[in-house]
Every structure is written in C-alpha cells, then in structure tokens.
C-alpha cells in the first residue's frame, strides 16, 4: 500500500469546518501522481510518450469527519489493471492521526493518447514499471466491460 501524508489547510476545509469534498479528490490525485511520479512517470517521461491518465469515476464513501490540526494519510492501492494497462482501478483510503479510516474511495480510469485524443495501453517500458509493484487484496484483470458497469450514457438537452 502507497502511503502520503498531508496537513489540512485552511484553504481544505468548507463552510462546515471540516475537510471539503474537493479536497478529497484534491489528496487523491496527489497521491496518485506521487505514486506514478516514483515509478518513472514523471512530466518528462508523460510528455516524451504524449499520454496522460483520465478518470472515468470515483465514488466517494464517508465515514466521519475529520478537521485541520493533526496530518492525514492517504493510501493508494491497485486493485485492477488491464493487461496492456489501458484500463485501472484504484482504491483510496483516508486515515486520521490515529489511523483510524474516516473515507474510501474506489476510481477506475485509463490512458489516453495525448495526440489522437484515444485511450491507448502503455509501452513496454512503462508496463514494465507495474510488473513489480505490490497490487490490492482482490486485484485483477479488467476489460473494457468493466469501464462500462455501471452504464451511465450522455443525455443531452435541446436549446
């Protein structure tokens, strides 16, 4: 498990005091990039191939509050990859200073190719970069059906 520490700023919290759900989703994709940043996906390497990560969801799962004055840790693991890794699926969980889990979070998403605008798998160099990286309890293989089960389409409005 990919562990990163942060420290609630003023700017984190919302009306209510407490972390804001924008901020959730804010240590997530630090947390990610960090992650991917120390297996050598780093700007340079991202720009040198002309690809990027998208997201196609997270769901966000809230136990209890949590409020500025003690770090946060967030955890990153892999629970599910495609085979040319075009396709992933991580999960987040969020823990106090006592290391109690006050939110989860489960987000799928792919690569895409920076020129074209397509998803694209990963070249061999970078897929060589997962091969050895511990993956979640319950990993696996995942399809392009699995981006699709929860079915939600577009629906578009007239003016």
């Known amino acids: 498990m990919y562990l990163k520490e942060f ?3 003023w700017s984190d919290v919302d009306a ?5 759900n924008s901020s959730y989703l804010n240590y997530m994709s630090h947390t990610r990039m960090a992650f991917l940043f120390e297996l050598g996906f ?9 690809i990027g990560p998208v997201v196609f969801h997270e769901h966000m799962y809230y136990f ?14 892999i629970m599910g990859m495609s085979e040319d890794a075009k396709f992933f699926e991580f999960h987040h969980n969020f823990y106090n200073h ?3 889990n ?7 998403g792919a690569w895409m190719d920076l020129k074209t605008r397509k998803l694209t798998g990963l070249t061999n160099d970078f897929l060589k970069s997962f091969s050895g990286v511990e993956k979640g309890e319950g990993f696996r293989v995942l399809t392009k059906e699995d981006t699709r089960r929860f079915a939600k389409a577009p629906k578009d409005i007239q003016f």
């Open 7 to 9: 420290e609630i700023r």
């Open 98 to 100: 006592k290391g109690e």
């Open 42 to 50: 780093t700007q340079e390497t991202l720009g040198k191939e002309q």
């Open 16 to 20: 209510n005091r407490h972390l804001a």
């Open 64 to 77: 209890k509050e949590v409020f500025p004055g003690r770090p946060i840790k967030v955890s990153m693991e």
């Open 102 to 108: 006050f939110a989860h979070c489960e987000m799928m």
